[in-house]
């Protein structure tokens, strides 16, 4: 059984990041690219709420018994291969920990407009896996 409340805490603080980087969306690239608060912010709700994500799916295969996972771009793999994600989403997802790991450790080539595009076409495949991972509550 998961431990709802581990899942739950890291879901409502993922409820929280989105909601900030919705508000992000609302730039246009040039807008978004030429403020330093709006981009910073963004990159560090983005990456917050990729670790949410992976921490969940983690703990999720943990709890569950399934592979170990050797590096944080196979969390989603794993949950994929075991049913709880589908393909689809897993597509759509895939690459997330890798930029992650550009977020947090290789910022000094990071691409803001990138990060824009995420925020603009990814957020919605964020609250999709969020659900799912709040179904198994």
């Keep these: ?11 409502e603080k993922l409820r929280e990041y989105l909601k900030i980087l919705k508000a992000a969306q609302e730039y246009d690239l040039l807008r978004f690219k030429s403020d330093p608060f709006i ?25 569950k018994g399934y592979r170990k996972p050797e590096t ?25 920990a890798a930029f992650r790991n550009v977020l947090v450790h290789d910022y000094m080539r990071l691409d803001i407009a990138k ?13 999709y896996l969020a659900r799912i991972y709040a179904g198994l509550l």
């Excluded at 059984?1 to 879901?11: G, W």
């Excluded at 990060?115 to 609250?127: C, G, M, P, T, Y």
């Design 39 to 63: 981009h910073g912010t963004a990159e560090r709700y983005l990456h917050l709420s990729i670790e949410c994500l992976l921490d969940i799916g983690n703990h999720i295969i943990a709890d």
């Design 1 to 11: 059984m998961v431990k709802r409340e581990v899942v739950a805490a890291r879901l």
């Design 72 to 96: 944080y771009g196979e969390i989603l793999e794993v949950l994929t291969d075991e049913g709880i994600i589908p393909r689809k989403l897993f597509l759509e997802l895939e690459g997330m």
């Design 115 to 127: 990060v824009h595009d995420v925020i603009k076409d990814k957020l919605k495949h964020f609250e």
